[in-house]
């Protein structure tokens, strides 16, 4: 979506290494962020989301990590498994529609046995 | 509980056709959505109904209208199609429309327009 970037787009680790992919926003009004994954022909699935007034959130190998003030926030995956490969999106919320997600264009992370 | 259910999942329609992408939900929703997904673009947002009643255009809503015939269904239609239009098309439901509060979405409808 508008003024939503995701980096990287592409990401390549071996298995039991850690990947880091992240979202820069520019609405500073925006106050929750969720990560969704997506696997080859099916649907995005939220994996981890985090609300303005946490600095971090963790589950189980996920995390995500807000800065507010730089509106960046970041998905952290360690010990990364072969069933990670997917796509992810950080989707902030749009308050300008009715709190709708607005998508980056995804980051393709393929994690190698 | 199904979650959000769309109908059809594959259609091939020519140039200048028209359809109705069919989305349901039973998770008593508020608030419902339809994306479209192509290569390297995310999701992008076409329509919103942030409640029965109410419909409002996204990022995206040129080619598209929207119908919200209950609290449970919410369909988009294509007047004429266009190769444009090629795409699959995600429909979603969130329990409230305000902040916090995550996106259920459907399987999906790819669409290819010739």
């Known amino acids: 979506g508008e003024n939503v970037e995701q980096h990287p787009s592409t990401l390549s680790v071996q298995e039991g290494d850690s990947a880091v992919i992240k979202c820069t926003y520019s609405d500073s009004a925006s106050n929750y962020f969720p990560w969704y994954k997506q696997e080859l022909g099916k649907r995005p699935q939220l994996i981890i989301d985090?609300?303005?007034?946490?600095g971090e959130k963790k589950d189980q190998r996920i995390a995500v990590t807000l800065n507010k003030t730089a509106k960046h926030f970041s998905l952290h995956i360690t010990e990364t498994q072969p069933e990670d490969s997917a796509v992810y999106f950080c989707?902030?919320?749009?308050?300008?529609?009715?709190?709708?997600?607005?998508f980056g264009k995804g980051t393709s992370l393929l994690v190698t046995p | 509980n199904a979650g959000v259910t769309q109908t059809p999942k594959f259609q091939v329609l020519k140039t200048g056709q028209s359809m109705t992408l069919q989305c349901a939900q039973d998770m008593n929703h508020n608030s419902m959505y339809w994306y479209r997904q192509d290569p390297g673009m995310g999701l992008r947002l076409i329509y919103y109904s942030a409640s029965e009643g109410t419909t409002d255009k996204g990022e995206v809503p040129n080619g598209y209208n929207v119908s919200r015939l209950n609290k449970r269904e919410f369909s988009l239609r294509l007047e004429s199609a266009a190769p444009s239009q090629t795409s699959v098309y995600f429909c979603a439901s969130s329990e409230h429309g305000g902040s916090y509060s995550p996106l259920h979405f459907g399987n999906g409808t790819r669409l290819t327009v010739t």
């Open positions: 985090i609300r303005s007034n946490v």
């Open positions: 989707a902030p919320e749009d308050r300008n529609s009715g709190y709708a997600l607005n």
